[in-house]
C-alpha cells in the first residue's frame, strides 16, 4: 500500500508519519493487516510534480494540509479549500479512485473565517465522493494535543505546556473555561482504523471516538502539579487512559534541557546513603539504599508498613525475625541473581553487605509514603550480639 500524507510536517502529519514508518519498517507489529510500500510525504514546500505523482500512485490520501493561522483572512480560503481543489483534480486527472480522508474541525459549524474554509473543504469532498465513487471520510477534530505541538499557535495546551515547562507565565481569562481534547495517539489510532477500513462514524463525519472534556482550570492545576514534582518526588494519579496520563506525557515532551535531570536529595554517613526517588498517593514510594561493604543496615519493624528489597548490585543478606520469636529467616541476594525479597510487618529485618570491597545496592518500594509523625519503625536487632 502506498499513502499520501499532506501536511505531513504539522503537528497531526509529523505523529501519523512516524507512526506509519515505523508500521513499514516492521518496528510495530501491532496492524498485522496492514502493508505499506511507501509514505508520500507533502507540504507547503513540495513541488506540484511531486504532488501528481504521489496521486498517481497513492492507495489512501490523508489530507492534513490546513491553515490555521495567516496573516491575513484571504489565506484561510487559499490554504483549506484551496489546496485541497486542487488535491482532489489532481487524484481526478489520474483517474485515482482511492479513499481520501479530509481534515475537517469543529469549527466547521461556526460563522467565521476558518470555519467557512472548513466547511467549503468539506463540501468539497462530500461533492467529490459522488462524483467519482471515491471512499470520502471526512474528519471533524475537536482541539488537540500532544507532543510535537507548537505553542503560541493554535493549541493552549501547547502553550501552557511550554510556558509552565519553562518558567513563563501563562494567561488565563477564565478558569471555567470547558474544552473537548482530543489526544494525538487516540487521533492516529483513529487514521490507523479509517487505513484499515474500519473508521468511526458520526452521521455524515467520522470522528475520534476518544475525548476529553475538562476546564482551563484543571488543566492547570495538572501542569502545576507536574511541574512541581521534581522538588516533591510525588507522581501524581495518572490512570491509564486518563486525561492526566496523556497531559502528563504531554508536558514532559516540552521539557527543556536543564530539566530534563535534576538532582535527588541523597542522605549520606558513614555506612553508605540512602535516597528517595518516587512518591505516589496511593502506592507507596521508591528509594534506593547504598551500603558500604560490611555495612548492616535495617534492624528495625512496622506494625503495617511492608516493603520490596531488591539487591541490583553486590553481595548480601536479608534477615527477618518476627517479633517475639527466635527464629531467623535469611535470603541471601545478589545483583548476579535479582529477586524481590518482602519485608514482613511484625518482623525486624536488616540487610547486611556480605562484600569487602563492593557497595550494596538496593531499589526498596514501600507500600506507603513516609509520615514522620508517624513513622511506624521501631529499633529492634535481628539477632543480638
Given at each position: 500500500m502506498k499513502i499520501l500524507v499532506t501536511g505531513a510536517k504539522g503537528f497531526v502529519?509529523?505523529?501519523l508519519c512516524a507512526t506509519l514508518e515505523c508500521i513499514r519498517d516492521g518496528k510495530d507489529k501491532t496492524h498485522p493487516s496492514l502493508s505499506i510500500s511507501e509514505i508520500f510525504q507533502c507540504d507547503i514546500d513540495t513541488p506540484y510534480a511531486a504532488l501528481d505523482e504521489y496521486c498517481k500512485q497513492a492507495d489512501f490520501v490523508f489530507n492534513l494540509a490546513g491553515v490555521n493561522r495567516p496573516q491575513n483572512t484571504e489565506e484561510f480560503m487559499t490554504g483549506n479549500f484551496g489546496f485541497a481543489s486542487t488535491l482532489l483534480d489532481t487524484l481526478k486527472k489520474h483517474d485515482n479512485k482511492c479513499p481520501v480522508m479530509n481534515s475537517s474541525s469543529i469549527q466547521a459549524e461556526r460563522d467565521n473565517d476558518y470555519g467557512k474554509s472548513k466547511k467549503a473543504g468539506e463540501d468539497l469532498f462530500f461533492a467529490y465522493?459522488?462524483?467519482?465513487?471515491?471512499?470520502?471520510?471526512?474528519?471533524?477534530?475537536?482541539?488537540?494535543?500532544?507532543?510535537?505541538?507548537?505553542?503560541?499557535?493554535?493549541?493552549?495546551i501547547a502553550t501552557f505546556c511550554?510556558?509552565?515547562?519553562?518558567?513563563?507565565?501563562?494567561?488565563?481569562?477564565?478558569p471555567a473555561v470547558s474544552l473537548?481534547?482530543?489526544?494525538?495517539?487516540?487521533?492516529?489510532?483513529?487514521m490507523l482504523c479509517a487505513l484499515e477500513g474500519n473508521p468511526s462514524p458520526d452521521?455524515?463525519?467520522?470522528k475520534v471516538p476518544v475525548t476529553h472534556t475538562v476546564t482551563l482550570g484543571e488543566i492547570v492545576e495538572w501542569l502545576n502539579l507536574f511541574a512541581n514534582q521534581p522538588q516533591n518526588l510525588q507522581i501524581p494519579p495518572i490512570p491509564p487512559h486518563s486525561f492526566a496520563k496523556k497531559l502528563y506525557s504531554t508536558y514532559l515532551s516540552y521539557l527543556p534541557k536543564e530539566k530534563i535531570s535534576f538532582p535527588l536529595k541523597m542522605n549520606i554517613d558513614a555506612r553508605g546513603s540512602f535516597t528517595e526517588l518516587l512518591k505516589t498517593e496511593n502506592h507507596g514510594q521508591f528509594s534506593v539504599n547504598i551500603s558500604r561493604p560490611g555495612i548492616t543496615k535495617g534492624q528495625h519493624w512496622h506494625h503495617t508498613k511492608w516493603e520490596f528489597f531488591i539487591v541490583v548490585s553486590g553481595h548480601g543478606l536479608i534477615q527477618q525475625r518476627k517479633v517475639g520469636t527466635n527464629e531467623v529467616l535469611n535470603f541471601e541476594v545478589s545483583g548476579e541473581h535479582i529477586e524481590a525479597v518482602h519485608m514482613l510487618p511484625g518482623y525486624t529485618h536488616n540487610i547486611i553487605n556480605l562484600s569487602e570491597t563492593e557497595n550494596l545496592v538496593t531499589v526498596m518500594w514501600a507500600n506507603e509514603q513516609f509520615d514522620p509523625g508517624h513513622p511506624d519503625t521501631f529499633f529492634l536487632q535481628v539477632e543480638d550480639n
Open positions: 502529519g509529523k505523529n465522493g459522488k462524483e467519482t465513487g471515491a471512499k470520502v471520510l471526512v474528519y471533524r477534530f475537536p482541539n488537540l494535543f500532544g507532543k510535537w505541538c507548537r505553542p503560541n499557535y493554535n493549541s493552549v511550554h510556558n509552565i515547562a519553562n518558567d513563563l507565565p501563562i494567561t488565563v481569562s477564565d473537548t481534547l482530543a489526544y494525538i495517539d487516540d487521533v492516529v489510532a483513529e452521521g455524515d463525519f467520522f
